[in-house]
């Protein structure tokens, strides 16, 4: 058996493969006397037909079962002579064979890109990191938020509650709801512009879909077409406001605290740890799409592409696919840059896990969780041990190794981040 490969691109090998005409034949010969076991021929007991009369009558598809099942067999053998490591099932792009000739097979398959870094140490890392301060204000704006209240108002402004009594007619049935939608534009399908400015008691008629008649109402079982608009009069019987606190020194007191500096020095103190490791991952990060822009290297977009559609697949949502196989191809791609430079690292940087490593990851990543290492140990103590969860103790400490040799430059905020670019598609897909 022949066999030239050729590289195509990182992770694309194209497998030129010439099968000898003695060794073809012999194992079309097998799979004819395998295969006539199943034909009847008529006059003949199943299985007593002569080979020829057999081959005469079948040979189109004996041939075809023949082929799809022997290119199998050729390629196993292929794989374990040259050692080939592939993603999916490879594709067969030609396959020619005529009895008593040879066959000839191309055959192309994907697999993991093998790196060669051009640098790993004194890497200039334009990193974006989580600012103290900021999570300071998300936090204390999520309590504003929390410590909110409804009140009854008179005039309904934009994203008011407005409890309503709805009545419209369907078919020569009429019907009477109450609900509630929101006055402006603000939430799709429970939002009516027309509510701005109303009062407690106003009358008005308009025209709303069947779909936001359903989910204002909450009554899903309304004969109502969804996309219809139903001609609707709405009764105004009460309109509440969400209203929040003021951040300023009396809601600190409100907190227990003397007045809002002290407030945002205690949530800045508490948060200070978590924060710091928090930027240690982000770091680690930036270095992983900083070794992809300088070590620019093809994805295998096949592998991608059909990824992607079986996760699209799974959801069952026909309208949407296209929209998520495209979300998915990005997510996938992104997931194995960062798999395929940390396989390429562990080959370049070798590294050997004590026991003190694996503590300190671990406290490290019971901090980023609000717990106790005792805590994370008892609820991880399954997959403490397990290959996976090393290999993530040692992707962290070769990245934190790197770190400390590189200059690490802030983007500004009006620079966007380098992002992981997307596989490339397929014309096929494309189209």
Not at 70 to 94: A, I, M, S, W
Not at 120 to 148: A, C, F, I, S
């Amino acid at each position: 058996m022949q066999v030239d490969i050729n590289q195509i691109n990182a992770v694309t090998k194209e497998l030129n493969i010439t099968v000898e005409t003695d060794t073809v034949s012999k194992a079309y010969e097998k799979y004819l006397r395998k295969a006539s076991r199943d034909i009847v021929i008529p006059g003949f007991r199943k299985g007593k037909a002569p080979l020829n009369m057999v081959e005469r009558m079948h040979s189109d598809k004996i041939k075809e079962y023949f082929m799809k099942d022997y290119v199998d067999e050729v390629f196993d053998e292929v794989g374990k002579e040259h050692d080939l490591h592939y993603l999916l099932f490879p594709e067969v792009k030609e396959m020619n064979w005529e009895k008593g000739q040879d066959m000839t097979l191309k055959i192309e398959l994907e697999h993991e890109p093998e790196l060669e870094f051009k640098q790993l140490e004194g890497l200039t890392v334009p990193h974006k990191p989580q600012l103290l301060e900021d999570e300071v204000v998300k936090y204390l704006e999520q309590l504003r938020q929390e410590n909110g209240r409804m009140i009854d108002v008179e005039t309904a402004a934009k994203d008011d509650y407005v409890s309503l009594e709805f009545t419209f007619q369907h078919g020569s049935e009429q019907f009477t709801r109450t609900g509630m939608l929101f006055a402006g534009d603000g939430v799709n399908n429970r939002s009516l512009e027309a509510l701005v400015g109303a009062k407690t008691g106003d009358q008005l008629e308009t025209k709303i879909p069947g779909r936001a008649i359903k989910l204002a109402t909450k009554d899903s079982a309304l004969p109502l077409e969804n996309d219809f608009e139903y001609g609707v009069k709405l009764m105004v019987n009460s309109i509440t406001r969400m209203e929040y606190p003021e951040l300023d020194d009396e809601f600190a007191k409100d907190m227990e605290f003397d007045s809002l500096e002290q407030m945002k020095a205690k949530i800045g103190e508490d948060m200070k740890l978590k924060n710091e490791h928090v930027n240690i991952n982000i770091d680690n990060f930036s270095i992983i799409s900083k070794l992809y822009v300088d070590n620019n290297f093809d994805l295998p977009h096949k592998t991608i592409e059909y990824l992607a559609d079986q996760e699209a697949e799974k959801l069952n949502n026909p309208a949407y696919k296209q929209y998520l196989v495209y979300q998915y191809r990005m997510q996938i791609a992104q997931e194995m840059v960062s798999m395929y430079i940390m396989n390429n690292l562990r080959k370049a940087i070798p590294l050997e896990l004590s026991d003190e490593m694996v503590e300190e990851y671990m406290i490290h990543e019971a901090i980023l969780e609000d717990m106790s290492a005792e805590a994370y140990k008892e609820k991880y103590k399954d997959e403490l041990d397990q290959p996976s969860y090393r290999m993530g103790i040692t992707n962290y400490f070769i990245l934190r190794n790197i770190a400390k040799t590189c200059e690490f430059t802030i983007l500004e905020e009006n620079t966007e981040e380098a992002e992981i670019p997307e596989a490339e598609t397929s014309e096929a897909t494309e189209e």
